[in-house]
């Protein structure tokens, strides 16, 4: 079966909304409501949504038959490097919910059971693409010849030599772009819209932005930041 690649053109300097719960105490956790978060962003003018887990792919598929849905499962029970759908029955699970876009993390260190190619033979056998979840260039590289059909830099500021580096990323994502021929999804501490504009001059496909539309405990929290008191303090 060949993939849909018609989605490459649907998000094509587009933004991409993430509606997945950033704080595990969130009260938002909830499949409808997160679909729902995503509509928000799609109202908004957003070209696709990245959720989490085949029932928020389930639900968002039911509201809106055409949107390019990026999706995810997370694991950190294995305890490995790479947590962002580590497993070929959960990339799959992903495509028979909906998901046009599977992202599949694909950085150095450990990995619970398949590769990052056999996951992505999966998810193009069942016709969906798949995105590799990056923190360098040399995963990057691995990944697209592994079967990537876009590269994102979800990863950056997460991995061993990456952590604290300025996100969003854009010298690694002007990199990706002259390196490579798969389309750059910049992805990743993107809270402004001077962000956005700067990772499309730097040649990004599109762009993915969550917590700063999706997670309003860190939105507050910003807020609150700038202010003398915050809630919770006893005096
Ligand atoms: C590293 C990791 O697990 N990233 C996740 C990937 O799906 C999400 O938690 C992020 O919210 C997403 O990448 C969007 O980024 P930001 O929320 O910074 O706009």
Request: charged share 20%; glycine share 12%; with cysteine.
């Amino acid at each position: 079966m060949t993939s849909d690649r018609s989605v490459l053109e649907q998000i094509r300097g587009g933004v991409v909304v993430s509606s997945q719960v950033m704080d595990p105490r969130s009260p938002l956790d909830d499949p409808r409501i997160l679909a729902m978060l995503a509509q928000t962003g799609v109202l908004g003018g957003a070209v696709g949504a990245r959720v989490a887990g085949p029932e928020t792919v389930a639900e968002l598929r039911a509201r809106e038959p055409g949107l390019p849905i990026i999706a995810i499962t997370k694991h950190y029970e294995f305890g490995t490097d790479n947590y962002i759908t580590p497993l070929r029955a959960d990339a799959e699970a992903l495509v028979d919910a909906g998901g046009s876009v599977v992202a599949v993390q694909n950085t150095a260190g450990t990995r619970p059971a398949e590769s990052f190619a056999e996951i992505a033979d999966a998810v193009h056998s069942r016709g969906a693409l798949v995105m590799a979840d990056i923190a360098t260039l040399d995963e990057a590289r691995a990944a697209v010849r592994d079967g990537a059909d876009m590269v994102g830099t979800t990863m950056f500021g997460y991995t061993g030599d990456t952590k604290g580096g300025a996100r969003p990323p854009l010298a690694l994502i002007g990199e990706l772009v002259g390196a490579l021929k798969a389309p750059v999804i910049a992805e990743g501490g993107l809270w402004t819209p001077e962000d956005v504009a700067a990772c499309f001059a730097v040649g990004a496909h599109a762009v993915v932005v969550g917590s700063a539309v999706t997670a309003p405990e860190r939105i507050v929290a910003r807020m609150v930041a700038a202010a003398p008191r915050r809630g919770g303090e006893t005096s």
